[in-house]
């Protein structure tokens, strides 16, 4: 809602206080289509160029993933939290047997199956599970895991802003390709040099029009939603950290309800539940999973 919000200030600010100045939209309405054909199509194509099929699509769903914004909500991290206190405590309190089950089958899991929204996330499902299973076969060495799990982190976190790249790559390079669109119409302004001044003050001004087309696309468009879409790759980064630092200070030996506060401080500030919260939480988590504290 607020990128179409903001697009709508953008366009309504720009043209209209060209029109308010007295500017003659015929000859920016006359040479828009033409111009955005060439640096339309010459930054479509230097996309496809420059980048594999997969990075591709997967800018393509950036985009609607910019208008759709980040994935989780305040209440995510305070079940993520809850469902991290749950496996975490089954493991310490069965050990490898009780939560075999869990990390084999999610989707059956008593402890998943709870958050459906979590487990949508098959990422970062698969990164929880993956680490109980090494603590399982006495894979517990907290260094060794963090570098373990810091290193998956970043080649995820990577992968991800891939498409983000891309979309920057293309909002740099929108300029100079108006540049280049603006210059073909200099130069078949040349060609008429023989016209009378109104002709040729008419395509100088349609030649014109690509130096501002490539500008305003790039700062007002591409460039926006790639930013837009960093910030959403960032903030859906987010729990990664958050379950790394629950599974690394249970694998010190920390007392399970110390590392869900740890892991809870690692959660952005504007949506992190409150230490009241997160006891009323994680107390009706005790009930629903039928285990004591730890």
């Known amino acids: 809602m607020l990128n179409s919000v903001g697009l709508i200030i953008i366009f309504i600010c720009v043209f209209g206080s060209y029109i308010i100045a007295g500017g003659n939209m015929s000859v920016i309405a006359k040479a828009l289509p033409i111009e955005m054909m060439a640096i339309g199509g010459a930054a479509t194509g230097a996309f496809l160029v420059g980048n594999s099929m997969d990075t591709v699509k997967k800018a393509l769903k950036g985009v609607k993933r910019a ?19 749950g496996l975490l405590n089954t493991f310490k309190k069965g050990g490898p047997t009780a939560i075999d089950p869990h ?13 459906p929204r979590i487990l949508a996330d098959h990422h970062l499902v698969e990164f929880v599970c993956d680490y109980l299973r090494m603590m399982t076969v006495n894979f517990e060495d907290p260094h060794q895991m963090t570098e373990a799990m810091e290193s998956d982190i970043e080649r995820h976190h990577h992968e991800e802003l891939e498409p983000q790249h891309a979309l920057q790559v293309m909002a740099d390079g929108l300029p100079a390709l108006g540049i280049v669109a603006a210059v073909l119409g200099v130069i078949k302004t040349m060609g ?5 001044v109104e002709i040729l003050g008419g395509m100088i001004g349609g030649a014109l029009v690509g130096t501002f087309l490539g500008v305003l696309l790039s700062y007002c468009v591409v460039g926006p939603f790639a930013s837009k879409l960093r910030e959403i790759v960032e903030a859906d980064a987010k729990p990664f950290s958050i379950a790394k630092t629950a599974i690394i200070a249970h694998a010190q030996g920390l007392p399970t309800q110390v590392a869900i506060e740890l892991a809870r401080r690692m959660t952005p500030s504007d949506h992190a539940p409150s230490f009241t919260q997160l006891e009323e939480a994680l107390e009706q ?3 629903d999973f039928a285990v004591s504290p730890a």
């Open 285 to 287: 988590a005790r009930e």
């Open 67 to 85: 208008f759709r914004g980040p994935r989780w909500e305040e209440g995510d991290y305070r079940d993520l939290l809850t469902m991290l206190f």
């Open 103 to 115: 990390l084999d089958n999610p989707e059956d899991s008593s402890i998943f199956s709870r958050y």
């Open 192 to 196: 008429s040099i023989d016209q009378p």
